[in-house]
């Protein structure tokens, strides 16, 4: 089979001056893909700015003859969204693929979570997906074609201590996924989520030495191909790290169905409302809603 490519094809990704985002702009700039490389050059809790990153990237791409142009506006804002994609419009004449990672960390137990905490990463994380993937949707509606790809965390899917802003944040961009993937299908937009497990600024930290093994250039191979023109899913979330590929899904259980339901009922059945064999997995929210039809039906 083919090598997959990307000719002609135009990528914005955001956060790219480092880490993940770099490593994206890198791999999909190698396949032919006129890069966006995104970033404002702040620090991991998103203070200050710093054209350099961005810079640095580009020439990188430039160095191995490919085709990038970098850009520094914020994410955090509709204007800066809006920017970035006009970035990709005047410089490359169209947006075909939006990478959603530029992220920050503000750690905190919850009970000392307070809005300078956890707004930023808000701004960041989940409002930054939205500023910039709404101005490139107008233009991939219009060409009938894009794809997006959200980078969400088990931190948001699975919960980790003192992350309570940033798996919200998270969890949104798994939601934000899905709705796109429903809402691009009749325009041949897809939408997808990764969440990743790889040693960057961000989580060196917590990784320890098993970071070594777990560089982030063993993600972009996943992202690649989820923001590629063949990828044939649309509103899912892959967990990826160290070269582990594994999907995530969300899954209803049999459960039960009792029409005079009370309290007693919940505490007398807990069990079996929990048990998870004969599980589904719905792909949209009229699958529940057909599960309880068929309830109501006697099927």
């Known amino acids: 089979m083919a090598d997959i490519g990307f000719d002609n094809k135009v990528a914005i990704i ?3 001056g480092g880490g993940l985002g770099r490593e994206h702009a ?3 700039a190698s396949r032919g893909a006129q890069i966006v490389v995104n970033d404002l050059g702040g620090s991991v809790d998103g203070e200050g700015d ?4 961005a810079q640095k990237v580009v020439k990188e791409i430039e160095d191995a003859g490919g085709v990038a142009v970098a850009n520094t506006d914020s994410v955090a804002t509709p204007e800066g969204g809006a920017a970035i994609v006009q970035t990709a419009v005047d410089e490359f004449g169209k947006v075909d693929i939006v990478i959603n990672n530029a992220g920050i960390l503000r750690d905190k137990a919850f009970h000392n979570m307070t809005p300078d905490l956890s707004d930023p990463v808000f701004d960041v994380h989940l409002r930054g997906a939205f500023n910039v993937t709404r101005p490139a949707w107008a233009h991939m509606r219009e060409q009938s074609y894009g794809r997006v790809v959200n980078t969400a965390s088990t931190a948001g899917i699975i919960g980790n201590f003192g992350q309570a802003n940033y798996g919200a944040a998270k969890m949104g961009l798994v939601g934000m996924a899905r709705v ?8 041949n937009i897809k939408a997808n989520a990764i969440a990743p497990i790889a ?3 961000m989580t060196e930290d917590l990784l320890g030495p098993m970071g070594d093994a777990l560089g ?3 993600i972009s191979p996943v992202v690649a191909w989820l923001a590629h023109e063949d990828c044939p899913v649309t509103g899912e979330v892959y967990s990826v790290g160290g070269g582990m590929v594994s999907r995530f899904f969300i899954g209803l259980t049999t459960g039960i169905f009792e029409p005079e339901l009370t309290v007693e009922t919940v505490r007398d059945q807990f069990d079996q409302i929990r048990d998870e064999d004969g599980y589904m997995v719905p792909e949209k929210t009229e699958d529940e809603l057909r599960k309880l039809l068929a309830y109501f039906q006697g099927d």
């Open 26 to 28: 890198l791999l999909l």
């Open 180 to 187: 796109l993937a429903q809402e691009g299908a009749r325009y």
């Open 50 to 53: 710093d054209a350099g990153p």
């Open 199 to 201: 040693k960057t600024r």
């Open 14 to 16: 955001t956060g790219a």
């Open 216 to 218: 982030p250039e063993l």
